[in-house]
């Protein structure tokens, strides 16, 4: 007898249903999305003998995964389970559980009705992969640069302001130079225009105006030590200074190396 799958996936866990020729449900799992729980799922739905396998995604890692173990994957417009979902309850509560039947289903008396999804190339694969890394990459730098931020306006918020960017390369350089009043405390008009052309800086504002920025924001907070010295204020905008540096320059390579994966194909 055959057997088909639906998958019902979420960010943090996967439900899956497995039903026979009769619609008849022999298996209900739940597992985490992980690289575990991704294993886990192949194998059940192999070990099963399900025939094919339905899920509201075409991509993913979990879609690549199940399409690599031999799977005829379908992907469904969660519309279109949506609306089937009224064949089997009149409950308008969605829940997993019953979207994973629901899928199953589709795939055992639907699935001329929907695509098959065909393996990736080996090139394509990668080219997602680093996708996905990207977005994890970028949505880190965001991160660091908001805890950056709020660590500058506690207590030097001349080094926040001074650009318009806080994460730009200038201020990054800037919070390293100068990670605390303390240490910008004898700048002057013409140390900031060494220290903007060391750094190739090609903004519109002079340094003149980038001084007055600095001065303006900083105006109370310059030889204020708050209970720590110097070097101790100094310490948290100059690893967070790094950290955004090291995040921005992987986010460039996975770029450079997706382009370059691009012009192959």
Sequence with gaps: M????????ASEAHAACVVDETGRVTVERVV?????GVAELCDLLVG????RVALERPDGVLVERLVDAGLVV??????QVRAARERYTVARTKSDRLDAFVLGELARTDAHRFRALRPDSDETKALRALTRAREDLVAARVRLANELRAELERFWPGAARIFSEVDSPIALAFCERYPSPADARGLGERRLEGFLARERYCGRRSAGELLSRLRQAARGTVGRGGGRGPSQRGAGPRRGAAAARRADRTTLLADRRGRARSRRR
């Design 74 to 79: 379908l992907a469904i417009h969660p519309n």
């Design 2 to 9: 055959g057997a088909y799958a639906g998958v019902d996936w």
């Design 32 to 36: 985490g999305h992980d690289e575990r």
């Design 48 to 51: 099963e003998g399900v025939q």
